[in-house]
């Protein structure tokens, strides 16, 4: 599968409405569940490797509208991992504590570590999307001359991108490979989505009417989504587009994405050093010559 189409090119202008929202990705639907279920193998068996290496590790973010998928999409593909190597994060409005830091504090602290996959349902980059449609947000982070939504400028924007992608930059060259998914859904499709939530009684939990509310600002958050990208794809911690509207090419996609990037590791097995090789010899004629 050809997954390049799917990069916000660092350096290139992107337009969200040149991007598809529906892709089958040249697969019929019994070939898109045959490489699915390939790459959740091959990605479990890099995975262990992952593990073994304890060098480096993965971090994979979530961001999309709501209805989007990213639960959906986080339950299918990581279905094959070791739950011991893998830690899903689910970032909600800021706690009393969170506040009281920088905005990226709390996702520095959930970082996964060496070895491991971490997976970010949403990111940092809630500091950019929904503050940017509703910027009175931001005045709860007590920011030094931040006293009202005027004092909010486009330098602000410009700054809060420099400084995501210097974290980015910095876990990146320590050891932390990033992979950034907005899956882009079509306004028609998140309709028909919020329909069965509200249709179906065993859905019925999923539905919140601020859901509605934030749909009145879909515009904005597709400018905020463009913009973001626009700023924030480069070539240590790309964005991936990835067409939202039918749940399993989104997930083929996606798992394809991630099974390439981890082969592009090169993920080493640890080699035992010659004393561990003796260690290793040492303890396999003791346990043979046990008497059971």
């Given amino acids: 599968m050809d997954t390049t189409a799917y990069i916000a090119t660092p350096g290139k202008t992107i337009r969200l409405a040149d991007y598809k929202t529906s892709d089958d990705g040249g697969l019929t639907k019994k070939e898109a569940k045959h490489q699915l279920k390939k790459d959740i193998g091959h990605i479990s068996d890099l995975q262990y490797r992952l593990y073994a290496e304890n060098r480096r590790a993965l971090l994979i973010l979530f961001q999309a509208m709501d209805s989007g998928g990213k639960d959906s999409a986080i339950k299918h593909i990581m279905s094959g991992i070791n739950p011991q190597g893998c830690e899903v ?3 909600k409005h800021p706690s009393t504590q969170e506040l009281e830091h920088n905005y990226i504090w709390r996702h520095y602290i959930r970082l996964p570590d060496r070895g491991r996959i971490g997976i970010f349902n949403r990111s ?5 999307l929904i503050t940017k449609v509703h910027p009175e947000l931001i005045l709860s982070e007590n ?11 486009p330098a602000f924007w410009n700054r809060r991108y420099r400084q995501i992608n210097q974290f980015e930059r910095t876990i990146s060259e320590n050891g932390t490979v990033i992979l950034k998914f907005f899956l882009h859904l079509s306004k028609e499709e998140q309709r028909q989505r919020f329909l069965e939530r509200i249709h179906n009684p065993e ?12 749909r009145h600002f879909w515009d904005s958050y597709q400018q905020a989504y463009e913009q973001a990208i626009n700023h ?6 790309p964005w991936y587009i990835i067409p939202a509207d039918h749940k399993l090419y989104t997930h083929v ?5 991630i099974a390439e990037t981890l082969d592009r590791m090169n993920i080493k097995m640890p080699l035992p050093t010659d004393e561990e090789l003796k260690l290793l010899q040492k303890g396999k004629e003791e346990l043979s010559a046990e008497k059971l």
């Fill in 89 to 91: 994060t689910s970032f």
């Fill in 124 to 128: 940092v980059y809630e500091n950019v």
């Fill in 143 to 153: 920011l030094p001359g931040i006293t009202a939504v005027k004092d909010i400028t």
């Fill in 203 to 214: 859905k019925n939990w999923k539905f919140s009417y601020d859901d509605i509310r934030e």
């Fill in 232 to 237: 924030t794809s480069t070539t240590f911690a």
């Fill in 253 to 257: 996609i996606m798992g394809n994405i």
